[in-house]
């Protein structure tokens, strides 16, 4: 397994992937997860096409979000993802405060290929965090790794991206059924 280092990229196969999240921390933390489709603008292509804790999945099956506590995963389906979708933003937000705490770290993993640290050191005093991104190269796909953020948070990410809000965090209001229809999931 590849470590990643910020900004670096990694080609994807052309396959299912799943993008994990780990949450080091030794308290827990309020907290939501971000799956941002974007334009070749970096303009989100829809509020219906964004994953969050409220919105687990998406209809068409191509982005699903599982997992509980400290471990999350995103499950992507590249071949089936809409041409028009350029980019996937991968995001944490925090609830109501940035994070102060410096005994906390990121892991974010691409199954089986790469795997991204971010120290807590570099995360005090953000309100969200951009983990990375999957973007369309030509005809592969390459997963960046960011580590960076924001401190104004869900707004400044929602303005950053052409949406006046982000969808209001509400866990567990969506619930994973045990077949999702999509392609590829027949």
């Known amino acids: 397994m590849k470590n990643l280092i910020s900004g670096e990229n990694i080609v994807l196969p052309n396959a299912c992937i799943r993008l994990g999240i780990h949450i080091a921390a030794a ?15 970096g ?13 687990k999945y998406i209809k068409n099956g191509t982005i699903i979000l599982d997992g509980h506590d400290h471990d999350w995963r995103f499950e992507i389906n590249l071949p089936f993802l809409p041409i028009h979708w350029n980019r996937i933003l991968f995001a944490l937000l925090f609830n109501n405060a940035p994070l102060a705490q410096h005994d906390q ?43 960076d953020g ?17 969808p209001q965090i509400a866990p567990d209001q969506q619930e994973i059924p045990d077949s999702i229809p999509g392609p590829g999931r027949e």
């Open 27 to 41: 308290a827990p933390v309020a907290m939501d997860l971000l799956a941002l489709p974007l334009s070749s603008s």
């Open 150 to 166: 924001y401190h104004a948070g869900a707004e400044q990410v929602a303005r950053s991206h052409g949406l006046d809000e982000l």
């Open 43 to 55: 303009l989100s292509v829809s509020s219906d096409s964004i994953v969050n804790l409220s919105r």
């Open 105 to 147: 770290q990121l892991i974010v993993t691409i199954e089986q290929i790469a795997k991204f640290v971010i120290p807590g050191s570099e995360l005090s005093g953000l309100s969200a965090i951009r983990l990375g991104e999957i973007y369309r190269h030509q005809h592969t796909y390459k997963f960046r790794a960011f580590g």
